[in-house]
T-cell receptor, first 113, second 113 residues
């Protein structure tokens, strides 16, 4: 059974650009969460999607957005990139909204220059 | 609101020695507690979780943790360290199985010969 797949694994952008990251959950998992990991702030929750609806949201500015498709795949977008957005973005999936362990992908490492 | 404090950003032990990684939590409701491990350039892997059942929780790779409500602690232990245990370990808390995870700042474990 394939794990959580995140693409791209590495990317470099410049300030002001936007970026879209993709996450394919484990087959059968309907919930997808996103976390940001930085050396300074650690691991912080961005948002969670279930059945194409955002169910929970962390304390991030509106530049950070996401969506989920009918096949449970999810994308997150960051617009008007800032240097501080450089981070490892981790996606996690679980089977349901109230049950199941979170399985994490290997992350997408974003560098903003 | 909930939070997690991990004492010691770096812990070094000799191979074969006891591993003890400390985690204290704060939660206004009965918590769900987790320990995750992260190897370089990888995502997070769940080691073990406490969800109000047995207070002594056994996880993968020989790790275990004990929930102590009176001390608001959930320390991670392993009787004998192995070189392959070298990684970063994160303690996390949530207020329910459907809730977001709040992570500690992590403890990097070094295992020496």
């Amino acid at each position: 059974k394939a794990g959580v797949t995140q693409t791209p694994r590495y990317l470099i952008k410049t300030r002001g650009q936007q970026v879209t990251l993709s996450c394919s959950p484990i087959s059968g998992h309907r919930s997808v969460s996103w976390y940001q990991q930085t050396p300074g702030q650690g691991l912080q929750f961005l948002f969670e999607y279930f059945s194409e609806t955002q169910r929970n949201k962390g304390n991030f500015p509106g530049r950070f957005s996401g969506r989920q498709f009918s096949n449970s795949r999810s994308e997150m977008n960051v617009s008007t990139l800032e240097l501080g957005d450089s981070a490892l973005y981790l996606c996690a999936s679980r089977q349901g909204l109230v049950t199941g362990e979170l399985f994490f992908g290997e992350g997408s490492r974003l560098t903003v220059l | 609101a909930q939070s997690v404090t991990q004492l010691g950003s770096h812990v070094s032990v000799s191979e074969g020695a006891l591993v003890l990684l400390r985690c204290n939590y704060s939660s206004s409701v009965p918590p769900y507690l987790f320990w995750y491990v992260q190897y370089p350039n990888q995502g997070l892997q769940l080691l073990l979780k406490y969800t109000s059942a047995a207070t002594l929780v056994k996880g993968i790779n020989g790790f275990e943790a004990e929930f102590k409500k009176s001390e608001t602690s959930f320390h991670l232990t392993k009787p004998s360290a192995h070189m392959s245990d070298a990684a970063e370990y994160f303690c996390a808390v949530s207020t329910g199985t459907a809730s977001k995870l709040t992570f500690g700042t992590g403890t990097r474990l070094q295992v020496t010969l």
